[in-house]
């Protein structure tokens, strides 16, 4: 049986500028099932679940359901839920975790200031701490919204939590059906296609190390879709892995073209032109969704700036 994912992975589409776009990502645990827009079509109140969309709508905070793997029988309301809060901007990254017994304070969080990277709503409203726990691997399983997700997704999230890796859990929506299974790592923030088993162990062991891995990355949530491409090229060509080194500074131009300036810590900076194209040939962006060209990143080149242009550079973005 054809799926939008076999189809993606035979014409082997690339991953990277595929990510999902969040400076911070807020996370409720909701058990039980969930609908296609599971804020609103889970066991969570309705009423709820519009409000919390309507007050993220914005300010760059991305807002999902996320459940522990396993079956997903209707248990009623759990008295007690997790909530994460991650801001993945390199220099203010962080993941804060917390317990409620009510949802409803989650409307009372300044989510301007999340979005900006200041947890201190977070932390005051629902006691909320930094996370000392493992990374969290938040595996995409929502089958009513694409059927590969459950089909592929599942597997894995049991699989990595059958495993030991204690931060597995199932979300609701992360996008790109068509390159299940995928999965989020948080606090950095960095999303990966195609997934399996050891290799997310792989990204894991990176992410207690400080390190990305490149190999299968879609890109960091962080960025807008040229800048995710273009951070990973530049990691690539400079062999650069120390996670919270690059940022994206600056993105010029509209679709089709863009020059994006990434930057490191240690002041280099490199220019990179990205260029939008159509996915060739037509395929499904998902299951049972009419034959379409997804637009891909496609990076045309990468260089490094010497230290005059840098300098003039840094000059001009003042």
């Given at each position: 049986m054809s799926t939008c994912a076999t189809v993606s992975r035979d014409l082997d589409e690339p991953l990277a500028g595929t990510a999902a776009t969040a400076r911070t990502w807020l996370l409720l645990e909701q058990p039980g099932p969930w609908g296609p827009k599971a804020l609103t079509s889970s066991h969570l109140d309705q009423a709820l679940g519009r409000a919390l969309e309507a007050a993220?709508?914005?300010?760059?905070?991305?807002?999902?359901?996320?459940?522990?793997?396993?079956?997903h029988a209707d248990c009623g309301t759990p008295a007690v839920r997790h909530v994460y809060a991650a801001h993945t901007v390199p220099g203010n990254v962080w993941l804060h975790?917390?317990?409620?017994?009510?949802?409803?304070?989650?409307?009372?969080?300044?989510?301007?200031?999340l979005g900006m990277?200041?947890?201190?709503?977070?932390?005051?409203?629902?006691?909320?701490?930094?996370?000392t726990g493992d990374p969290l691997a938040l595996v995409c399983t929502n089958g009513k919204r694409d059927r590969c997700c459950a089909l592929l997704g599942r597997p894995l999230?049991?699989?990595?939590?059958?495993?030991?890796?204690?931060g597995a859990w199932e979300?609701?929506?992360?996008?790109?059906h068509r390159f299940a299974p995928t999965l989020l790592i948080l606090p950095f923030g960095y999303a990966y296609g195609r997934a399996e088993a050891p290799h997310i162990k792989e990204v894991l062991q990176g992410v207690r190390e400080g390190r990305v891995v490149v190999e299968g990355c879609r890109g960091g949530s962080a960025w807008e879709r040229p800048?995710?491409?273009?951070?990973?090229?530049?990691?690539?060509?400079?062999?650069?892995?120390?996670?919270?080194?690059?940022?994206?500074?600056?993105?010029?131009?509209?679709a089709p073209r863009w020059e994006v300036t990434v930057a490191h810590t240690d002041g280099r900076l490199w220019r990179v032109?990205?260029?939008?194209?159509?996915?060739?040939?037509?395929?499904?962006?998902?299951c049972g969704s009419a034959l379409g060209s997804p637009a891909r990143m496609d990076v045309v080149a990468v260089r490094e700036l010497n230290?005059?242009?840098?300098?003039?550079?840094?000059?001009?973005?003042r």
């Open positions: 993220t709508e914005g300010t760059g905070v991305r807002i999902a359901l996320i459940r522990r793997p396993g079956r975790d917390a317990m409620t017994s009510d949802p409803e304070q989650l409307l009372d969080l300044d989510f301007t200031a990277g200041d947890p201190h709503t977070f932390d005051r409203l629902l006691e909320g701490r930094p996370h999230a049991a699989e990595l939590a059958a495993s030991g890796v204690t979300v609701t929506h992360l996008g790109g800048g995710q491409a273009a951070e990973l090229a530049v990691r690539t060509a400079a062999h650069e892995y120390a996670a919270d080194t690059l940022t994206v500074v600056a993105t010029d131009g509209t032109i990205v260029a939008q194209g159509a996915s060739l040939p037509p395929r499904p962006e998902s230290p005059a242009e840098a300098k003039t550079d840094d000059a001009a973005s």
